[in-house]
Each structure stands twice: as C-alpha cells, then as structure tokens.
C-alpha cells in the first residue's frame, strides 16, 4: 500500500486523525477521479509513442511550453516540473534535442550565463499542438471527475 506524500514529502498518513471518515459517494468518486487520471495518463502514452516519442519526452516539452510568462525554461524548472532529478532531464534534454524537438541557448540579457535557456522548436511545438488535440477529451474527463468529486465534498459539508 502506497501512502500519499504531503508536499514536504513526509507522509500524509495519519495527519489528520481528527476529520471524519470519508462517506461512500466520497470514496466513489475519489475512486473515479484517480480512475480519469489513469486515463489521460494511459491514452497520453498511447497518443504519444504513435508520434515517435516517449512520455517523458512529451512532459519536457509541456513544462517548457507551459513556463509562466516565458517561453523557455531551464534544466533546473523542468527538473522541478517534473519532479526528476537534473541529471534525467540533462539526458531527456540531450535526446529531444537529438530529435529537433528542442533547442537550448542563452539570452544576451542574462546576468548569469550559467542559465541555459530551453526552448521548443516549430517541430516540438507542432508536436505538442497535435498532442493537445488528441487528449482533450481525456482533459475533460479529468475535470468532469474533479468537479463531481468537488460537488460530492461541498455536499457532505467537507470544504
């Protein structure tokens, strides 16, 4: 059994002995949005091995297109974005490189030249554009569940 890691990553298990249990309806639709998540992950690794990619490829590439504000981002954000160590983004950057969907550079404006900037190419956007449409039905779903799950806790008076 897996115990769910607070963002501090010490265990959530066992925090919050005071709140009452969670009701059935609670459970059912806990259970359904987990479920819709699988999904998207699931339809999201088929949609993206169609294209030649991995799924990790095509996680770079999101973190990258989806940095707030910029379109680029370092080793260090993508590394925080997906939760992996610098070094595995180093060799996932290497690789979509190696494939055109990436390219890394600097900007003149930086005071610290050490930041490298990673940026899509039109390859990796038209990717990710193609990527996007392909899974907006699993996205839908996802929020579907979220907000049953949402109505079901306002409903028992959890929020």
């Known amino acids: 059994m897996s115990i769910e890691l607070s963002r501090d990553r010490q265990p959530a298990a066992g925090r919050d002995a005071g709140h009452a249990e969670l009701t059935k309806a609670e459970y059912e639709q806990l259970a359904e949005f987990r479920h ?18 991995t799924p990790q490829q095509y996680q770079v590439l999101l973190a990258i297109k989806g940095m707030p504000g910029r379109e680029w981002a370092s080793i260090s954000e993508i590394a925080e974005r997906l939760q992996i160590r610098h070094n595995a983004v180093i060799g996932l950057v ?58 079901v806790e306002r409903a028992e008076g959890r929020r």
């Open 36 to 53: 819709s998540i699988r999904e998207l992950a699931r339809q999201t690794e088929l949609e993206v091995r169609a294209l030649g990619m």
């Open 94 to 151: 290497n690789r979509a490189e190696a494939r055109g969907l990436l390219r890394r550079g600097q900007d003149g404006d930086q005071r610290d030249r050490r930041v490298v900037q990673v940026r899509l190419t039109q390859s990796g956007e038209h990717l990710l554009t193609l990527l996007a449409a392909a899974l907006r039905h699993e996205r839908l779903h996802v929020r579907a569940a979220l907000e049953s799950l949402d109505a």
